[in-house]
């Protein structure tokens, strides 16, 4: 199975600040690689598939970017309602795999 | 608004079979895959398989001896049983939706079912 390695896994951030976190696959996926958001208690909410695209109705502060093994999720701009857990997954190869997840606190 | 909605036992005994079901509301089943993604504390999010309303499935090969999906179109619904339970199949279960025609992401996803395997 292709393994995701996310880093980092914890991040401490204030309003405003723009964050990356990256997602590492251990082969290249081309471009078959989607961003998470994950709230307590909350099922996952796609932000990014394809790499790079933005699913509707997610704001624009959020892009992905990468293709083959390296990629990255950037939020410009921090908002409080951005703290939260993401995850990166696969859906290139049988079985689709998911990072490990990165934790952003305020600091 | 397409809405996913999970059902099934919230406590199962160790060595029995798990049944849930995923009822599909605000949109037909038809023409999508379906998957279960499941999230324990140990285990973080795993991906169970996938299923399309042709019947065409693909499981994680960590679970595939226990696992059987299946469609019921009349019912807009998607159902997951998974046999021999064990103490490590504690977890949240989630049913979502993949959009093959975008090239993939799971953009629709049903809140989550607890289930304890525990005696």
């Known amino acids: 199975a292709i393994q995701l390695t996310q880093s980092p896994s914890f991040l401490s951030a204030s309003v405003g600040d723009r964050v990356t976190i990256t997602c590492r696959a251990s082969q290249s996926l081309r471009d078959d690689l989607g961003w998470y958001q994950q709230k307590p208690g909350k099922a996952p909410k796609l932000l990014i598939y394809?790499?790079?695209t933005l699913q509707n109705g997610v704001p624009s502060r959020f892009s992905g970017s990468g293709s083959g093994t390296d990629f990255t999720l950037t939020i410009s701009g921090l908002q409080p309602e951005d703290f939260a857990t993401y995850y990166c997954v696969q859906d290139y190869n049988f079985p689709w795999t998911f990072g490990q997840g990165t934790k952003i606190e305020i600091k | 608004q397409v809405q996913l909605q999970e059902s099934g036992p919230g406590l199962v005994k160790p060595s029995e079979t798990l049944s849930l079901t995923c009822s599909v509301s605000g949109d037909s089943i038809s023409g999508f895959y379906w998957s279960w993604v499941r999230q324990s504390a140990g285990n973080g999010l795993e991906w169970i398989g996938r299923?399309?309303?042709?019947?065409?499935?693909n499981y994680n090969p960590s679970l595939a001896s226990r696992v059987t999906m299946s469609v019921d179109t009349s019912k807009n619904q998607i159902s997951l049983r998974l046999l021999s339970l064990t103490a490590a199949d504690t977890a949240i279960y989630y049913c979502?939706?993949?959009?093959?025609?975008?090239?993939?992401?799971?953009?629709?996803w049903g809140q989550g079912t607890l289930v304890t395997v525990s005696s």
């Open positions: 394809a790499a790079s």
């Open positions: 979502a939706r993949w959009m093959q025609s975008v090239g993939g992401g799971f953009d629709f």
């Open positions: 299923i399309h309303p042709s019947g065409s499935t």
